[in-house]
């Protein structure tokens, strides 16, 4: 019922929005003397803004088509290296670029499509062969495909690994989580340095990560934490509808988390909106496009599967079983210590709402089988949760001390 609800709701906006667009439109033609009436343009702006906000998305385009590397203009095309049923290994291929450290960007599967990634991916492009986990919308994947928890997203990190391979040039390849990844990829680098994987990589950096929720508990982690899990199970998860692939598969319903996050901070949002709308009755059309732009990709959401959300909300958030040393993989424990080879970066932001500070750091403290020289931490100043891997922050001075970490231990 609930899937259904939110699709007729859906429908409705959609229309709204179709409506709206068209009375913007009219009003801004220059043909239509209404347009010179005085209240014109506010009108106009109001429904702008408005069928922004009603409008249905998709899943968005990275749109990278080029980098600069050395001065020169290089060409950059998309190649799927690999595809499997709840996920696909991207590359960012350079054309006639050869020599660079190789680097899987792992997105999140919280919620949004991999393109949230697309400044972090768009900023390293000039110094590494980059790959992302291109992660698909659970809803769109026949149940014949079978299930997707915790343990399937280690196994699907560890093969990404296996297929990129060591890199030869630069020692072995790097991996780089962006907050929700940073456990399944540490419990991937666990497991791999116990088994002397070849292809382990030689860098592990987390940026914004739950490694240990315990740690400056968030209002996200007091969510995952107040109720039962049996609660979750009863109350978020929903059964996508006949319409889609993926009918009668139990998921977590990518609009119930946006929902969630945009209700942790509404007042700013409401106030991005407010700002965008004046913009747009001014006739400032670029500032009101970046913020078209950013809600564009954040509007943008994906289903979950069930066993996936349900498993992630059990050990990361309820018996913090990694912290612990209580995490298993398919009956197997996943041990911190065994990582001695693989050096660690720690990156949190001093305003990040979502994963506090410690939470990441605390990936260094558990493993006690690593030397110091080898584990890194940077607390990025006034930078909130997004600003880690989007914006200026991030290109300007956090992306540096990643490159400089890759090269130090490439």
């Known amino acids: 019922m609930l899937y259904d609800a939110y699709e007729m709701q859906r429908s409705m906006l959609a229309n709204a929005s179709a409506m709206a667009t068209f009375g913007a439109e009219m009003l801004h033609n220059p043909a239509n003397p209404f347009a010179y009436i005085g209240g014109g343009s506010v009108v106009a702006s109001a429904l702008e803004v408005f069928a922004h906000a009603a409008a249905p998305r998709g899943k968005p385009a990275f749109g990278l088509d080029s980098t600069m590397v050395d001065g020169r203009e290089i060409t950059v095309r998309e190649e799927i290296v690999l595809k499997k049923p709840f996920g696909q290994l991207k590359r960012f291929v350079r054309d006639g670029i050869e020599v660079s450290p190789k680097l899987l960007i792992v997105a999140p599967m919280s919620g949004h499509f991999a393109t ?5 991916v768009e900023r390293m492009l000039p110094f590494a062969d980059v790959y992302i986990t291109d992660w698909r919308d659970a809803r769109q994947v026949p149940l014949g495909e079978g299930r997707f928890d915790l343990d399937d997203y280690v196994d699907y990190l560890i093969e990404f690994m296996t297929v990129i391979g060591p890199n030869a ?8 989580a962006v907050c929700q990844p940073s456990v399944p990829c540490y419990a991937a680098v666990a497991l791999m340095s116990a088994d002397k994987h070849p292809c382990l990589p030689k860098t592990l950096t987390m940026m914004g990560g739950p490694i240990d929720t315990r740690e400056a508990p968030t209002s ?19 059964t996508v509808p006949m319409s889609y692939p993926g009918a009668g598969r139990k998921v977590y319903p990518g609009f119930l988390q946006l ?3 945009m209700s942790m901070n509404l007042g700013n949002h409401m106030i991005s909106h407010w700002e965008m709308f004046k913009h747009l009755v001014q ?43 209580l995490m298993m993989h398919r009956g197997r424990k996943v041990d911190p210590a065994a990582i001695t080879d693989v050096a660690i970066l720690a990156i949190e932001g001093e305003r ?14 558990i493993a006690t089988g690593l030397a110091d020289e080898k584990k890194r931490y940077l607390m990025a100043e006034g930078a909130g949760h997004y600003g880690i891997f989007n914006g200026s922050k991030w290109r300007n001075i956090i992306a540096l001390v990643v490159e400089e970490w890759i090269t130090q231990h490439g």
């Not at 949230?116 to 972090?120: F, P």
């Not at 040039?169 to 780089?176: K, P, R, S, V, Y």
């Not at 990040?352 to 939470?359: P, T």
Request: charged share 20%.
């Open 220 to 238: 996200v982690n007091t969510l995952a934490t107040e109720r039962p899990h049996s609660w979750f199970s009863q109350n978020v998860i929903a």
């Open 259 to 261: 929902a969630g996050f």
């Open 352 to 365: 990040d709402d979502i994963s506090g500070l410690g939470q990441t750091r605390a990936a260094l403290k």
């Open 116 to 120: 949230l990634l697309r400044g972090t």
């Open 283 to 325: 006739g400032d059309g670029e500032s009101a496009d970046a913020t078209k732009d950013f809600y564009e990709e954040y509007r943008s959401v994906c289903d979950m599967t069930a066993e996936f959300y349900l498993q992630t909300i059990d050990v990361v958030f309820q018996s913090h079983a990694l912290p612990r040393g």
């Open 169 to 176: 040039d630069h020692g072995g390849a790097h991996m780089l």
